[in-house]
T-cell receptor, first 112, second 112 residues
């Protein structure tokens, strides 16, 4: 069974630009969560989508947004990039509520 | 606000020795996960602990959960170099919100 996939794996952007990251969950998984990992703040929850609906959102500014498609694939978008947005962005999928989350390989975003 | 505290944050061990990593959390939860992360890699699921008194073992690692004390432990037996990695505990306070709260991680270095 294929795991969670994320594209691209690496991105370099400059301040002020915007970026879109993609996540394909494990087949049959309907819930996708996004996390940001930085050396200073650790792993922080961004948002969770289930059946194309955002059910939960972490404490991040509105520049961070996401969506989920009918095939459960998810994208997250960061607009007006700041240097502090440099991080590893991880997505995780699970089959449904109260189930384990499985993480993808991550997208490493560098903002110059 | 839920807090998840791991200690120690850094652990340097000799091969063959035993040690325990502690994970304390500040609110009621009966879902706790342990993950391993190698440098530059994603999170690999190690253990899923879903009830008070749960104990899981895999190789040289054993995890336990005491929901009344709000404490989970990850015990390492006879450490080997291959166990060198960062270990995270994560608490799921809702089950339905897709929001894991992570500890800051314990960076384990096992030296010959």
């Amino acid at each position: 069974k294929a795991g969670v996939t994320q594209t691209p794996r690496y991105l370099i952007k400059t301040r002020g630009q915007q970026v879109t990251l993609s996540c394909s969950p494990i087949s049959g998984h309907r819930s996708v969560s996004w996390y940001q990992q930085t050396p200073g703040q650790g792993l922080q929850f961004l948002f969770e989508y289930f059946s194309e609906t955002q059910r939960n959102k972490g404490n991040f500014p509105g520049r961070f947004s996401g969506r989920q498609f009918s095939n459960s694939r998810s994208e997250m978008n960061v607009s007006t990039l700041e240097l502090g947005d440099s991080a590893l962005y991880l997505c995780a999928s699970r089959i449904g509520d109260y189930n384990e989350q499985f993480f993808g390989p991550g997208t490493r975003l560098t903002v110059l | 606000e839920l807090k998840v505290e791991q200690n120690p944050l850094f652990l340097s061990m000799q091969e063959g020795k035993n040690y325990t990593i502690y994970c304390n959390y500040s609110t009621t939860s009966d879902r706790l996960y342990w993950y391993r992360q190698d440098p530059g890699k994603s999170l690999e699921s190690l253990f899923v602990l879903l009830s008070n008194g749960a104990v899981k073992q895999e190789g040289r690692l054993m995890a336990s959960l005491d929901t009344k004390a709000r404490l989970s432990t990850l015990h390492i037996t006879a450490a080997v170099h291959d166990l060198s990695a960062t270990y995270f505990c994560a608490v799921d306070i809702s089950g339905s919100q897709g929001n894991l709260i992570f500890g800051k991680g314990t960076k384990l270095s096992v030296k010959p």
